[in-house]
């Protein structure tokens, strides 16, 4: 990264492209989107930095450039001016290095912006960009309104839920019933898939047919590949959704193209008339559009270009974008929509930063796509639908379910209502400087798991797993009933004995020890010791009931007054903290022996103190501390508590943290709910933020009138007959719209090629077509036996 300031000094052009050449850096600028080109002076300063260190380079660059590259543009941030080299439309794919410049444009503060590492290690350091308007606390983005017919979208008003329909458009009779019962379940928005003639057809009389009965909620039309179907539709529907990959752009072949600037252009000219005639007419009947890009259907000329990427992802609607204000059409909003929730999580951090830098307001539209049905669904849902809501970002979301569409409303509105009440309550902790989190990569802080200590008489390396563990509470009753116990936490049995296995919970905690004199239930607690399960107890029941080899759970207080210090010297610890507390409370933690874990605790009833931003104060305190404690994300549910609020609670606050690899793995007490039900949550939480992976992953897609079958009996059926192959990711595709290239997150593909046939892929490649849809579950899992993926089922003792 280079910067400018004044200088005296002299740095000729080949001197400087020798230095983009070793030391490029990553561009951001939108030559496009910026202002006219401006003087600059004749000589400027160029500053090379290594981490804390002033090094590497130091000269002027001339005010003319020839042979580096074609144009000089400036872009202006909200705190800093970016100066960019780059070719005269549009940044190719050549030889040439980009050159990223930045100065502090504000007349106070420093001359230079803080840098970080690109990723972890990398010598590139890129400045650290804004993507939400407070990282202590949650604040929601400010935006413009977007008017879809009479509804609102933005900052100003409450966050929209919307659905979409699963009938065939064609069938008016059917979708204008199926959108009536979505709006009386409280919906704000109803997409409707619109493929054809026939379909946009269809719409005018679902529209007349619904004003008749009283409805007058908005419309939205989902299009792909269709822009004269677009243009006819956009007559009678409030809102059109675009999806930039395939609108004017060919479907994916997913072949890596080459372009030489000219070729380049001409695509975007391309893309610009066809969807000029769109964007004008939208204007001119008061209808709203949705740039919806997709990860699974990106262009060949986006991911030859950026990559299969968040990256990518922004660069395809911002081509769109830029169209729109072209046009001075500005009721648009855009949604970065992938499977994985770590790539949408990803792209829509980045879109943000994008508009930040370039002073635009326009709303989000937050979704998982293809998230899979039941508890699978909210999770994903929950994790990167809740992560952006915690962050003050999104204004309609949806959450995509392979269930009938007005079962998604219920989840969606608990997820608003979510978002909605930590904005206005400004849930937050005390300002706090933040420097290591990784907002736009995945890079996991990978707390020191236990090691072995000379003189111990168990194993404690197994009380926590590498690809993140979970704990789970266990009662005295349970403890009445060894056998069910081993089974309950997913253990093995071999002649009643238990033995850990790939989804076996690693540690329990246990609020009450059982009396001295229970040889039985204490025989059971042994047993789990002996096969390296951590049992955590309090500090008072330890002391009062002692069990050999507990780890025992201390607070600060306890810490502070020396309590701990009862025990004997060698007895492992695990210590429960806020993190809110003072900077000198914490700094105890230093100076202790023999700490195993954290548990992170914040108690739900706590109004305005955020637990994902308390956390994320925690975690800085640790990197800046050079403390690598494991942490693990205790939540405390209180009695009663709906499942789909505690699915949801967990994915928003812990599944935000591990998203942004912040956290080693989950603990949920929820009084009266199923321990089977806690178990699954728990490590559905920690594969959903692709961390540990214990059961066979599913890309399933919701369904729309595209559907070529009955998509939520064939899911259920594979579901069935597939579900104990960890490590292995099928999709579930209903056609071929995001088919493919959804299928980059997965090993194997069930796709509708057409009605009553089906396509299996193997990643993106299709192997067999026109299957009959009555072997074709058969037929799949012969692929995967054929690609050595397969295991029997187990079986029971």
Request: with cysteine.
């Amino acid at each position: 990264m280079i910067f400018l300031r004044s200088t005296p000094m002299r740095l000729t052009p080949e001197s400087l492209r020798r230095l983009c050449d070793k030391h490029a850096a990553i561009d951001t600028i939108d030559p496009t989107a910026t202002q006219a080109h401006q003087k600059l002076p004749s000589s400027l300063e160029l500053v090379r930095f290594e981490v804390g260190k002033k090094i590497m380079a130091t000269g002027t660059v001339p005010s003319s450039m020839t042979g580096v590259t074609r144009s000089l543009v400036l872009a202006k941030s909200v705190d800093f001016t970016r100066i960019g080299f780059a070719p005269e439309q549009q940044r190719m794919k050549t030889r040439r290095r980009i050159v990223s410049v930045i100065k502090n444009s504000s007349k106070s503060g420093s001359d230079i912006v803080e840098l970080e590492p690109a990723s972890e290690g990398s010598p590139l350091l890129v400045p650290r960009r804004k993507y939400c308007e407070s990282i202590h606390k949650t604040v929601r983005r400010k935006t413009r309104t977007v008017m879809v017919g009479n509804v609102a979208l933005g900052s100003e008003h409450p966050i929209r839920v919307q659905t979409m329909t699963t009938s065939d458009t064609k069938d008016v009779d059917k979708t204008v019933e199926e959108v009536m019962r979505i709006a009386d379940r409280g919906a704000d928005l109803v997409r409707i898939t619109v493929q054809g003639r026939k379909e946009s057809d269809s719409c005018f009389e679902i529209k007349n047919k619904l004003v008749q009965n009283n409805y007058n909620i908005p419309l939205v039309a989902d299009i792909h590949f269709a822009p004269a179907i677009a243009m006819r539709v956009a007559e009678c529907f409030d809102k059109i959704r675009v999806n930039p990959g395939n609108f004017a752009d060919r479907r994916a072949q997913f072949e890596q193209l080459e372009y030489t600037d000219d070729e380049y252009q001409k695509e975007l000219e391309h893309i610009e008339k066809v969807f000029t005639p769109l964007v004008e007419k939208c204007k001119q009947y008061g209808r709203a559009i949705r740039i919806g890009t997709n990860h699974g259907s990106l262009s060949d000329r986006i991911m030859s270009y950026y990559g299969d990427s968040p990256r990518g992802m922004v660069e395809s609607a911002f081509e769109f974008a830029r169209i729109c204000r072209k046009l001075d059409f500005h009721n648009f909003v855009f949604s970065m929509k992938a499977s994985n929730p770590v790539i949408m999580v990803q792209a829509y951090r980045l879109l943000v930063a994008e508009m930040y830098a370039q002073g635009w307001d326009y709303p989000l539209h937050l979704g998982v796509t293809e998230a899979g049905e039941g508890e699978d669904g909210r999770m994903k849902s929950a994790i990167g639908i809740g992560t952006l809501l915690q962050d003050g970002l999104g204004d309609t979301i949806r959450v995509s379910l392979t269930e009938p569409p007005e079962k998604e409303i219920d989840p969606c509105k608990r997820l608003a209502n979510l978002g909605m009440q930590a904005s206005n309550l400004q849930k937050g902790t005390a300002p706090f400087e933040e420097k290591h989190r990784r907002y736009f990569d995945f890079q996991r802080r990978t707390g020191q798991l236990p090691v072995q200590i000379e003189g111990e008489e168990v194993d404690y390396r197994g009380v926590l797993h590498r690809d993140g563990s979970v704990l789970m509470p266990v009662s005295l009753d349970l403890l009445k009933t060894p056998e069910l116990l081993y089974k309950s936490l997913a253990a093995k049995l071999v002649v009643g004995m238990p033995f850990k296995d790939l989804a076996t919970v690693d540690s329990i905690l246990l609020r009450e020890l059982p009396p001295l004199d229970d040889a039985e239930a204490r025989l059971a607690l042994k047993r789990l010791i002996d096969i390296s399960m951590g049992v955590i107890v309090p500090l008072s029941e330890q002391l009062e009931k002692p069990l050999p080899n507990a780890i025992v759970l201390v607070n600060l207080d306890e810490l502070s007054t020396g309590a701990h210090k009862l025990l004997p010297r060698d007895t492992r610890l695990a210590v429960t903290i806020r993190g809110d507390e003072p900077y000198e409370e914490l700094d105890i933690i230093k100076n202790v022996d023999n700490i195993t874990m954290l548990l992170h605790d914040v108690p739900l009833s706590e109004e305005k103190l955020s637990r994902v931003h308390a956390a994320r104060r925690l975690f800085e305190y640790l990197e800046e501390s050079s403390l690598n404690f494991p942490v693990i994300h205790h939540i405390q549910f209180p009695k009663g508590i709906h499942g789909d609020d505690l699915v949801i609670t967990a994915g928003s606050n812990a599944g935000s943290l591990l998203v942004d690899g912040l956290g080693d793995g989950i603990l949920l007490e929820a009084p009266e709910q199923e321990f089977e039900f806690l178990r699954n949550t728990s490590f559905n939480l920690l594969q959903g933020c692709r961390m540990r992976n214990t059961k066979t992953e599913y890309v399933s897609c919701p369904s729309c009138g595209r559907t070529l079958f009955d998509l939520q009996d064939i899911s259920a059926e594979i579901r069935t007959k597939t579900s104990h192959l960890p490590g292995v990711s099928i999709a579930i595709m209903g056609c071929i719209v995001n088919g493919p290239g959804e299928m980059a997150d997965a090993d194997f593909g069930y796709v509708g090629g057409a009605p009553g046939k089906i396509d299996l892929y193997v990643g993106k490649t299709v192997l067999k077509r026109g299957i009959a849809m009555e072997g074709a579950t058969d037929a799949l899992i012969q692929l995967i036996k054929d690609h050595g993926r397969w295991v029997d089922p187990p079986t029971e003792e």
